[in-house]
C-alpha cells in the first residue's frame, strides 16, 4: 500500500494530464471528448498507484462544476496580507485531496454583489468560502435566501451560517491582560477596519472585557479605526498620538497595520516600549523581525483554510447541516515590543 494518500495529480503526473482530465475520465463525463488513448492512459495510472477517488469529488461530479469558490473581501491593506496566502495553503490542500478545482477572486465594496451573482447564480461554483464578513452586507444575505452552499471565514451574530472563526474575543483580552499585567492603565486600541466588519467588533469586545475586568473605564478617545481607502490606517494611529495625553500601550488588531505603528511611534521621537508598548494581533511572520521585535497573538490562518474547505465539501455532500460553527484559540507570543528590560 501506499505510504500517503494517493491524490488526483498523482495519477495526472503519471499519466502526462492535467488533473481535470483525470477528473473527467474517472468520472465518465461524456462531454468532455477524451480520447481512447487517454483515457486508457488514466485508467492504467490510476490502477497503478492504487487511487481510490474521494467521496466529495465523485458527488460534485454529478450535474456540478467540481469547483467551490474563495472570495476575499478587500479593505485598507487586505490585498497584499500575508493572510490569505496562507488561507489558500490550506484550502488548497483540501481541494488537490478532494479532486475539486478552486477559483479564488478578490472584491472590493463596488464590484460584491456581481461577484457574487456571477459566481453562484451563473452556476460557475457549488459552493462558496467568503472571508471577513459584515453585518451590511445585503449580497451575502441574498446567497443565503437562494440556499446557496456558504462557508464564512468569521461570523455573523443571529445567522444560520457555516463558519471558521478565530477566538477574537478571547485572543484580545489576551492580548490586554498582558499589558495591564505590565503595568498599564491608558491602553489605545486601533481597530484594522470599521466596526462593520465583526473581527473587529469581537476584538474590541475583548479589549473591552479586560479593560472592564480591571476596573478600567472604557475611554474612547483612545480608540481608533481604519477604513477600507489606502493609508487611513496609519492615519488612525497618527491620530491617536497627537491626543493630549497620550497611551503608555497600544493594542493593534493587526499585525499589517502594528508595522506602521511602530514605525510613527518612533516618528514622534518615543521609545518602544519604554514610552509606548504595542501589541498586535496576527503573528505575521515577519512580526519576530520588527524594530522591535512585535509581541502578538499567534493565529495559524492555514488551518483556518483547510477547515473551510472540509465543511464547504461536507455541506455539498450533505454529510453536515448549514449552521455548525469552528472556532480556532489563538497564542498570545510576547516579544520585545511590550516588555521593559531591567
Known amino acids: 500500500m501506499p505510504s500517503r494518500r494517493i491524490t488526483s495529480q498523482d495519477v495526472a503526473d503519471r499519466a502526462g494530464v492535467s488533473r481535470t482530465t483525470v477528473s473527467f475520465v474517472l ?18 495510472a490510476a490502477e497503478e498507484l492504487e487511487y481510490v477517488p474521494d467521496a466529495a469529488a465523485q458527488a460534485l461530479a454529478s450535474g456540478r462544476t467540481q469547483t467551490i469558490g474563495m472570495v476575499f473581501r478587500t479593505y485598507s491593506y487586505s490585498t497584499a496580507d500575508l493572510a490569505h496566502m496562507q488561507i489558500l495553503q490550506g484550502l488548497m490542500e483540501v481541494a488537490n485531496q478532494s479532486g475539486v478545482r478552486l477559483l479564488v477572486d478578490i472584491v472590493n465594496e463596488r464590484d460584491t454583489a456581481d461577484i457574487y451573482v456571477n459566481l453562484s447564480r451563473n452556476n460557475r461554483i457549488d459552493g462558496l468560502i ?21 462557508v464564512l471565514l468569521g461570523r455573523l451574530p443571529g445567522i444560520k451560517v457555516s463558519s471558521v472563526e478565530f477566538a477574537n474575543r478571547a485572543g484580545a483580552r489576551a492580548a490586554v491582560d498582558h499589558l495591564l499585567g505590565q503595568g498599564h492603565s491608558r491602553i489605545g486600541f486601533v481597530g484594522y477596519a470599521p466596526l462593520s466588519f465583526t473581527g473587529v467588533t469581537e476584538r474590541l469586545q475583548g479589549y473591552q472585557d479586560a479593560l472592564a475586568a480591571a476596573d478600567i473605564a472604557f475611554d474612547e478617545t483612545l480608540v481608533r479605526y481604519g477604513d477600507r481607502k489606502p493609508g487611513t490606517g496609519l492615519a488612525a494611529i497618527t491620530s491617536l498620538l497627537e491626543i493630549s495625553e497620550l497611551p503608555t500601550a497600544i493594542f ?25 508598548a504595542v501589541v498586535g494581533f496576527d503573528d505575521h511572520p515577519l512580526a519576530q523581525y520588527a524594530a522591535p521585535p512585535l509581541t502578538t497573538v499567534r493565529l495559524s490562518f492555514e488551518e483556518m483554510g483547510r477547515q473551510a474547505g472540509k465543511m464547504l465539501l461536507d455541506q455539498l455532500l450533505r454529510a453536515a447541516a448549514p449552521g455548525r460553527e469552528i472556532e480556532l484559540a489563538g497564542e498570545l507570543i510576547v516579544r520585545a515590543s511590550s516588555v521593559r528590560q531591567g
Open 27 to 44: 468520472n465518465d463525463v461524456k462531454e468532455a471528448n477524451i480520447s481512447e488513448e487517454t483515457r486508457r492512459r488514466v485508467l492504467t
Open 130 to 150: 467568503l472571508s471577513d464578513p459584515r453585518i451590511d452586507d445585503q449580497a451575502f444575505y441574498d446567497l443565503l435566501n437562494d440556499g446557496f452552499p456558504v
Open 252 to 276: 493593534v488588531s493587526s499585525d499589517v497595520l502594528a508595522f506602521p505603528a511602530l514605525a510613527a511611534i518612533r516618528q514622534h521621537g518615543l521609545r518602544i516600549p519604554e514610552d509606548i
